[in-house]
């Protein structure tokens, strides 16, 4: 088994709504101890769904069951969850005041989670992926096959 590892928005949306990268997320998520998310993913996770509602990608129906087994895993402890500090927040003000690193906003709390709580971020968005290599974190990027 894998060490717990820090699951960006894209993989945990992968997980409760079928997409080209589901195969491969649910093996990611067999594999881990503990995935570990940050209240940031919870916040995104609802906003990846009212998106895909709203665009006619995903029925409301279907959201809300994703939302519901989403909440229910929370509930019961299924995910580790970080709580965003002041920590947090100035190590990702850090990494876009570098003005080297191409970041799209929240991504650098993404990266100050797994940089500070020393985890394996795992994510589908390769600029993200990118990112983390620059700064030196470890990172796994979900492509599918």
């Known amino acids: 088994m894998s060490p717990a590892a820090y699951l960006d928005t894209s993989v945990v949306v992968a997980f409760y709504v079928p ?83 191409p970041l799209k906003s929240p991504d650098p709390l993404h990266l100050a989670v797994a940089a500070l709580d020393r985890l394996l971020i795992i994510t589908a968005d390769q600029q993200l992926a990118r990112n983390a290599e620059r700064l030196g974190l470890a990172v796994e990027l979900v492509r599918a096959i």
């Open 19 to 101: 997409e080209p990268l589901s195969a491969q997320v649910q093996g990611i998520y067999n594999g881990q101890v503990s995935p570990t998310i940050s209240e940031l993913v919870e916040l995104e996770f609802f906003a990846a769904l009212s998106l895909r509602v709203h665009i006619g990608d995903l029925d409301r129906t279907s959201a809300e069951r994703a939302g519901s087994l989403f909440l229910g895993h929370l509930e019961g402890g299924w995910y580790g969850r970080l709580h965003l500090h002041a920590g947090h927040y100035v190590a990702a003000r850090g990494y876009i005041a570098r003005f080297d690193l």
